[in-house]
């Protein structure tokens, strides 16, 4: 039969469309996409949601913010910085933050959400590394997630400048001294930077730009390259029953995936406005206005920049002189090897498919214990990130804790050498252990704490078989060769 009815409005609507777009085909493709189902998944999600919290409430701050050195009187909500001398940044901060509605909210919602970014990527990678989901064919979707990273870092640090007061100014004067630590074009860096001479005036303009415009562009731009490309590769899954290589099981993208995206969505939001409300967080008028013979009592950077200044605070003061000119070891050899531990974290798949030459295709994640040699790595990296960090509040632990600085400062330089060495082999014994625990419960099954007494008078705990899915779980790996070996000793 031929349908002569009439099309509606909607349906001519969407023929239009899908006749110009494809949005029908591209629908039916993609709409039933299926994600699997894992807790350790949502942690992506958060960065998402993150970034989407940023962008609104930076969009909005915007409005409302003067990113100029020049200098201005303020008359303002703020009562005891009345009549002080001020940079129209800071004097538009406080205005912010005292006298637009709901401006401090949104200041404080735009911090918290920068800190649970950063650390949603940091922890969303970490999950990828352990469980080698950066393996062929999704080395350049881990380079995108690294430079997201990379990138997410000194876009804090700008947006944590903006404000012009003094704790933010002392952060500016560890950068200079950075800059100014690189042989034969170190001066000149810090001039082009700061356009002229510490503190400069064209620092916080040049800030703001790359902060709301270049960065966060080029943020926005792989973040698109980094989803299609999840789409594209499809998603990774653990190892279970009727999971192979070449499918993926879990709920359609519509309407389930979608719903509980949605859910989390707003659930990431209202977190972070909880937090953003109760919680207070770089409060600038305590600090007051930055002036240049000032500098803060107790100065700490944001969490994720803290090891870079653990560095330099934990380096030996050591100067060499060459050719007339002398090099500042104790600032130059961090700035060195601040890139580097963050350079390792990118090109580790690269390395790791060399070293052991696995070329082939992996959409089917390890257990972590299954991979001793990695995850050791990857714990002793974070030991040394922890180590650092300490370092990087050397003075707050020493005054917390009721030692002597020289005291933390030794402990965290010994520990540098030595943590990440006494990490990495304890985690690699660990992970070979736990991998004989399951090769004996594949062997023998569960204890059940049920004595049997045989005929013969001999008495035994009964053991209960694993089913199959734990079976498989247990056993979808390829084993050490000197576990194998152990097992086959006499």
């Known amino acids: 039969m031929t349908d002569t009815r009439t099309p509606a409005r909607g349906e001519r609507v969407a023929d239009w469309l899908d006749g110009r777009l494809g949005i029908h085909t591209l629908g039916r493709k993609y709409l039933r996409k299926v994600f699997p189902d894992h807790w350790s998944f949502l942690l992506g999600e958060i960065c998402l949601y993150s970034f989407v919290v940023l962008v609104l409430t930076g969009v909005y701050l915007t409005l409302f913010f003067h990113p100029s050195m020049n200098e201005v009187t303020y008359h303002g909500g703020y009562v005891p910085l009345n009549g002080v001398r001020m940079s129209e940044a800071y004097a538009s901060t406080l205005h912010i933050s005292f006298d637009v ?10 911090h918290w959400a920068a ?28 380079l995108f997630g690294w430079l997201l990273l990379f990138l997410g870092l000194f876009e804090g640090l700008f947006g944590y400048s903006l404000p012009d007061d003094l704790l933010s100014g002392t952060g500016l004067r560890f950068v200079n001294g950075a800059l100014l630590s690189v042989p034969v074009v170190g001066t000149y860096l810090s001039m082009f930077l700061f356009g002229g001479e510490f503190p400069g005036h064209d620092i916080v303009a040049r800030f703001y730009s790359l902060h709301i415009l270049l960065i966060p562009g080029i943020m926005a731009a792989l973040v698109v390259a980094h989803l299609i490309l999840v789409v594209y590769h499809k998603h990774t899954q653990f190892a279970g029953p009727g999971r192979t290589e070449r499918n993926v099981i879990g709920t359609p993208f ?15 939001f209202g977190a972070l406005s909880l937090v953003a409300a109760v919680a207070t967080i770089n409060p600038v008028w305590v600090y007051g206005p930055f002036q240049p013979d000032q500098v803060s009592t107790g100065a700490q950077p944001d969490w994720y920049l803290g090891f870079a200044e653990g560095l330099v605070r934990v380096m030996p003061g050591w100067e060499v002189t060459l050719g007339g000119h002398t090099l500042v070891l104790g600032v130059l050899i961090p700035i060195v090897v ?28 390890d257990r972590p214990r299954n991979r001793p040699v990695r995850t050791a790595i990857g714990a002793a990296w974070i030991s040394l990130y922890l180590v650092l960090l300490a370092g990087g509040g050397n003075d707050i632990v020493a005054t917390r804790l009721h030692l002597s600085i020289n005291t933390v400062t030794w402990t965290v330089r010994v520990a540098v050498l030595v943590l990440p060495a006494v990490v990495f082999v304890v985690t690699r014994r660990v992970c070979m252990g736990l991998q004989l625990r399951d090769a004996e419960l594949v062997s023998h099954g569960r204890e059940t ?42």
């Open 101 to 110: 509605r709901g401006g401090l909210l949104i200041r404080q919602l735009h």
């Open 254 to 268: 519509m309407p389930v995936y979608l719903a509980k995206a949605g859910g989390f969505f707003f659930l990431v």
């Open 449 to 490: 704490g049920v004595i049997k007494r045989l005929p013969h008078g001999e008495y035994v705990e009964v053991h209960q078989p694993l089913d199959q899915a734990e079976l498989h779980t247990l056993t979808a790996h390829r084993r050490p060769r000197e576990l194998v070996e152990h097992e086959q000793r006499p």
């Open 338 to 365: 601040f890139p580097l531990l963050l350079v390792f974290i990118g090109v580790y798949p690269f390395l790791e498919a060399r070293v052991t030459g696995d070329r082939g295709e992996h959409h089917l994640l």
């Open 115 to 142: 800190l649970v970014f950063v650390a949603g990527m940091l922890t969303h990678m970490m999950r990828h590394f352990f469980t080698g989901s950066f393996r062929r064919p999704r080395e350049v979707n881990w």
